[in-house]
C-alpha cells in the first residue's frame, strides 16, 4: 500500500503517470494481465488486518508464468441471522440482506470491497474470485420474519454486493429469499446490474401487483468498452436497459441508479443515462458520487492508470474537488453526493434532466400492511 501511495503522489504531484505504473510494477503489486484476465482489479493487495503483506516478485527462477489464474472460488458461510440491520442518516433503509459477500461482478470501484479485509482476504482480485455464499438464508429469513413482534419495512437487497451476480444462476439463494418473502407479504426494493434477475419475474410481477416490490438498476454508462474494463462481468448496458423493460412490462415498478458519478470519466452521459432508462420503462431515478474508502481508493487509481493513463490527473483532481481535498470524505450527508462547485453542477443537472422527463414525480411505497407473521397461517385456517 506504501508503494501505490508513492505511485500516487508521483503521478498527481507531478511525476506523471508514466512513472506511477513504473513505481507499481516495479514494486512487484500488479498482477500479470494474464491471471487476471476478465477481471476488475489489477492488484490485491493484504487487507489491513494483515500483519503480513503480500508481494508478488520473481526471484531469478523465471517462475512467475507457472503461477494459476484467479478462478472463482465459492465457499459456504453461516452466519446466526440474515437480516443486517443499520441507523444511518443518509440512507433510505434500516435493513438489507446480503445473500453473497464478495462479488464476481469485479466493478473496481465497488465501496463494499473493504469487508473483505475482515475474512482475512484482499479487498482487490480476493473480492472478485474468492466469493462467501450463504444457502441458508431463507431458511433464517422465514425465522427472522417469524418471531413475535417482528416490524415489516422495506427489506433491501443489492445494496452491498448483488444478489443476481453470476454465481446465483448455480446457488439461486435470491430466489429462495423472494420465495419467503412472497409467502410472508413482506416487501423489498433490489438494486442489481444483472440481466439474471428476470428469471424471478413471475414472483416479482405477483408481489409488485401487491406493491409489495421494485427494482432498480445499476447503470454506470452506455459505453461498452468503459463498462468491460470498469465492471467486466456485470451485464452490458444494453442488457439491463432490456431487463429494465421485461420488468416494467411486466408490472414491476423501475427505477435507474447511476452509481457510481466519476467525474471525468463517466459524468458526461448523466442526461442519455435517464434519457435511456426513462424510455424502457424507470419513472424514478437517482445518482451517487464516487466513493473511495479505505483501499478502494489505490484499487481505483492502478486501474486508471492502466486503462486511462491520459485522464488520471484530471479525474483524481476532480474527486478531491468534492471531497475537501481528499480521496474521499465519510462525513454524513456528504459521502454520497460530494460538495463544492463540481458536485453542485452534477446534481442540478441530473435535477434538470429528471424533472425533464418527468422522473421522481411521484416515490412508490412499498406496502407494509399485508404482513403475514405467519407464512403458515393460511393454511392453518382451513383446517
Not at 148 to 153: A, I, L, W
Not at 208 to 224: C, M, N, P, Q, Y
Request: hydrophobic residues 40%; proline residues 6%.
Amino acid at each position: 500500500m506504501k508503494e501505490i501511495a508513492r505511485a500516487d503522489n508521483a503521478a498527481f504531484i507531478g511525476g506523471g503517470s508514466a512513472l506511477a505504473n513504473a513505481i507499481i510494477e516495479e514494486a512487484g503489486l500488479r498482477i500479470a494481465e494474464e491471471r487476471r484476465r476478465g477481471r476488475g482489479a489489477g492488484v490485491n493487495p493484504s487487507g489491513r488486518y494483515e500483519p503480513l503483506t503480500r508481494q508478488v516478485f520473481d526471484d531469478g527462477w523465471e517462475t512467475l508464468e507457472e503461477l494459476p489464474s484467479f478462478k472463482t472460488v465459492v465457499q459456504v458461510e453461516k452466519p446466526r441471522n440474515i437480516i443486517t440491520r443499520n441507523s444511518s442518516p443518509d440512507i433510505s433503509f434500516d435493513r438489507s440482506i446480503n445473500p453473497y459477500r464478495g462479488c464476481e461482478h469485479g466493478c473496481v470501484y465497488c465501496f463494499a470491497r473493504p469487508t473483505h479485509a475482515y475474512m482475512g482476504l484482499s479487498p482487490g482480485l480476493d473480492f472478485e474470485s474468492q466469493l462467501f455464499a450463504k444457502p441458508d438464508a431463507g431458511r433464517l429469513l422465514e425465522r427472522e420474519l417469524s418471531r413475535p413482534g417482528y416490524e415489516p419495512r422495506t427489506i433491501a437487497i443489492g445494496t452491498n454486493t448483488d444478489p443476481y451476480q453470476p454465481i446465483e444462476k448455480k446457488w439461486r439463494i435470491m430466489r429462495d429469499i423472494l420465495e419467503v418473502l412472497e409467502a410472508h407479504a413482506h416487501p423489498v426494493g433490489i438494486v442489481t446490474k444483472s440481466a439474471l434477475i428476470v428469471r424471478d419475474i413471475d414472483i416479482l410481477s405477483r408481489m409488485a401487483e401487491k406493491g409489495l416490490a421494485k427494482v432498480a438498476f445499476s447503470i454506470t454508462t452506455l459505453d461498452r468498452k468503459l463498462a468491460r474494463t470498469m465492471e467486466p462481468r456485470a451485464a452490458t448496458p444494453t442488457r439491463r436497459l432490456e431487463a429494465l423493460k421485461a420488468l416494467h412490462a411486466a408490472g414491476v415498478p423501475v427505477s435507474v441508479m447511476i452509481g457510481p458519478v466519476i467525474p471525468g470519466l463517466n459524468d458526461s452521459e448523466i442526461e442519455r443515462i435517464l434519457e435511456s432508462a426513462h424510455a424502457a420503462g424507470a419513472r424514478e431515478a437517482g445518482y451517487i458520487i464516487l466513493r473511495l474508502p479505505l483501499e478502494v481508493s489505490p484499487i481505483f487509481k492502478d486501474w486508471l492508470l492502466r486503462h486511462y493513463p491520459d485522464r488520471f490527473r484530471h479525474v483524481i483532481s476532480l474527486i478531491r474537488s468534492m471531497r475537501g481535498g481528499k480521496d474521499y470524505d465519510a462525513e454524513w450527508g456528504k459521502r454520497m453526493k460530494g460538495s463544492g462547485p463540481y458536485a453542485w453542477q452534477i446534481g442540478r443537472r441530473f435535477e434538470i434532466a429528471a424533472r425533464r422527463l418527468g422522473l421522481n414525480v411521484e416515490r412508490r411505497k412499498l406496502r407494509t400492511d399485508l404482513f403475514k407473521a405467519n407464512s403458515r397461517e393460511e393454511q392453518l385456517v382451513l383446517l
